[in-house]
């Protein structure tokens, strides 16, 4: 069996790096290729055709691949976003470049396409977490917390981490690591503000070791659609690091708080403003004994999804 992924060739995609590796341990030869690639591909040579729906692929591709009975598989990792992201998902759920499997984030993702008229099989693969956040685990087990908070992520205006971070340390007297670029905007605001260090764009393996020098993650996501559905891959990762998390309140922590065995891990306010010393302090202490979140090892959330079990055994290969 041979696999061909495409990819807008802009977002990172920590899932597509876990898939080829999967994938090698059945001796599932796989490529990878941007959108604008796929009109140089020999569709003869591959089984599948693996697209991570940024957006379609072009007619001309599709009749393509389905005049060499290549399947296709379109992945939803997220909703559309904004302007129009409603509409935006409503026209992906009518295109008449149709899947032969489908692939979700989770139910909540898949809700908000329409599938009157589809019935392909679908699946649902959540984020997972690299190795190296286990490995940096071990390594700083014992090692001196150089932070007591830090946040990964997005720092963009809409995120407003300024104005949350102003809010946490109005409160408790602390230290703040910041992972990621801020907007200059944002940039401008975060630098009156006390004890916050930035790092800027870092290469994603220093990421793990950069999340363990710290007490204490910050989960901090716009209630509003479509983040408030999504998996927060840094709340896993926080997790996997054996690090206790605060998060505002929103409509996926508050499920995933029910339905995971890490609630004690994870603190839920209405506002980083009602964090206190006591709440900061306890979890201070508890920051090295944690449980550690083997099951979103990629290998496991890849596993558990069954789409390669379904491959697999469906998938006849001449």
């Known amino acids: 069996m041979k696999i061909i992924f ?18 090698s341990l059945y001796g599932i030869s796989c ?17 599948i055709l693996w697209n991570f729906m940024g957006r379609d692929v072009s007619f001309y591709d599709y009749i393509k691949l389905k005049k060499n009975n290549c399947l296709y598989i379109k992945e939803f990792a997220s909703c559309s976003v904004k302007p129009f992201p409603k509409l935006k998902n409503f026209i992906k759920s009518f295109s008449l470049k149709k899947a032969d499997i489908e692939i979700y984030l989770n139910p909540l993702i898949e ?41 990964v992520g997005a ?18 007297e602390c230290s703040v690591l910041l992972v990621g670029e801020p907007s200059l905007s944002e940039k401008s605001k975060l630098k009156d ?8 764009r870092v290469p994603y393996e220093e990421v793990p070791n950069l999340l363990a020098s710290a007490h204490i993650g910050l989960n901090i996501i716009p209630d509003e659609y479509p983040y408030n559905i999504q998996t927060s891959t840094k709340l896993i990762e926080y997790l996997a690091l054996g690090i206790p998390v605060i998060s505002n309140s929103y409509r996926w922590i508050n499920e995933f708080v029910v339905q995971k065995e890490f ?49 697999i055994a469906n998938i006849v290969v001449d």
């Open 6 to 23: 495409c990819h807008t060739g802009r977002a990172l995609l920590p899932e597509l790096f876990a898939y080829t590796k999967f994938a």
């Open 31 to 47: 490529d990878v290729v941007s959108y604008n690639e796929l009109s140089k591909v020999s569709f003869s040579e591959y089984d």
């Open 111 to 151: 809700s908000e396409f329409v599938k009157l008229f589809s019935k392909v099989p679908s699946f649902y693969r959540d984020m997972g977490v690299s190795d190296s956040f286990f490995a940096a685990r071990e390594l700083h087990s014992s090692a001196p917390k150089n932070y007591d908070f830090v946040y």
């Open 155 to 172: 720092m963009d205006d809409s995120r407003r981490i300024s104005t949350e971070l102003a809010k946490l340390v109005d409160k408790v």
């Open 193 to 200: 503000l006390p004890n916050v260090t930035i790092t800027g």
């Open 263 to 311: 609630s004690d891990s994870i603190s839920i306010v209405d506002s980083f403003s009602d964090v206190n010393k006591i709440m900061f302090e306890e979890l201070k202490k508890s920051s090295r004994s944690e449980p550690v979140l083997y099951q979103k090892t990629w290998d496991e959330v890849i596993k558990e999804s069954g789409i390669f079990q379904y491959l």
